[in-house]
T-cell receptor, first 114, second 113 residues
Framework: GQQVMQIPQYQHVQEGEDFTTYCNSS?????IQWYKQRPGGHPVFLIQ?????EVKKQKRLTFQFGEAKKNSSLHITATQTTDVGTYFC??????????????FGKGTKLSVIP | DSGVTQTPKHLITATGQRVTLRCSPR?????VYWYQQSLDQGLQFLIQ???????AKGNILERFSAQQFPDLHSELNLSSLELGDSALYFC????????????FGPGTRLTVT
């Protein structure tokens, strides 16, 4: 079945440093989605990328979808303490017979040192 | 507030017992998903329902079962509970359509003692 790998598992950065998490799928995806889970909270949908090579920005966050639609990245510029949390990617793949399944990566837990 | 509600928020029970977790999806969403998240672990997909019918199954144990009712709320039943079943259980709902983005509820924290 479809597998989505995400690295790194943990990342500690000094406030103001940049941060990047990477996501790789074993199969070609229909779209890639990103979620953020704050400590003690629930995952919150951030964005989805659909087109090959697509790049989207949300303030200091930049999301990219690879040309082959099998990999993606999330880059945060100049991290702030409010960025703390776990970032999950989720790949939407065709699971056969016209149905689709969203597979989550294991997440990257970001800690920001003030 | 995602619009997805889950009850109860916390549940403490003993090994061998049975519990039921409840989820109400966002208004208009037909799909409901259940996930298990253990301490510092990722989201383990358990099962998906769409408009009352089972759509996809993940790593759901035989001791666990779920259903979605005509009013679209869903229940996850966990039986013969073991210590290892202690986890956060999230429900998510998704609008119909192509992109399947999911909106998560606040979760139910289950502690098995």
């Amino acid at each position: 079945g479809q597998q989505v790998m995400q690295i790194p598992q943990y990342q500690h950065v000094q406030e103001g440093e940049d941060f990047t998490t990477y996501c790789n799928s074993s199969t070609t995806l229909s779209n890639i989605q990103w979620y953020k889970q704050r400590p003690g909270g629930h995952p919150v949908f951030l964005i989805q990328l659909v087109k090959s090579g697509e790049v989207k920005k949300q303030k200091r966050l930049t999301f990219q979808f690879g040309e082959a639609k099998k990999n993606s990245s999330l880059h945060i510029t100049a991290t702030q303490t409010t960025d703390v949390g776990t970032y999950f990617c989720a790949g939407l793949g065709n699971s056969g017979a016209g149905s689709y399944q969203l597979t989550f990566g294991k997440g990257t837990k970001l800690s920001v040192i003030p | 507030d995602s619009g997805v509600t889950q009850t109860p928020k916390h549940l403490i029970t003993a090994t061998g017992q049975r519990v039921t977790l409840r989820c109400s999806p966002r208004s208009g969403d037909l799909s409901v998903y259940w996930y298990q998240q253990s301490l510092d672990q990722g989201l383990q997909f358990l099962i998906q329902y769409y408009n009352g019918e089972e759509r996809a199954k993940g790593n759901i144990l035989e001791r666990f079962s779920a259903q979605q009712f005509p009013d679209l709320h869903s229940e996850l039943n966990l039986s013969s509970l073991e210590l290892g079943d202690s986890a956060l259980y999230f429900c998510a709902s998704s609008p119909s359509g192509r992109y399947y983005e999911q909106y998560f509820g606040p979760g139910t924290r289950l502690t098995v003692t």
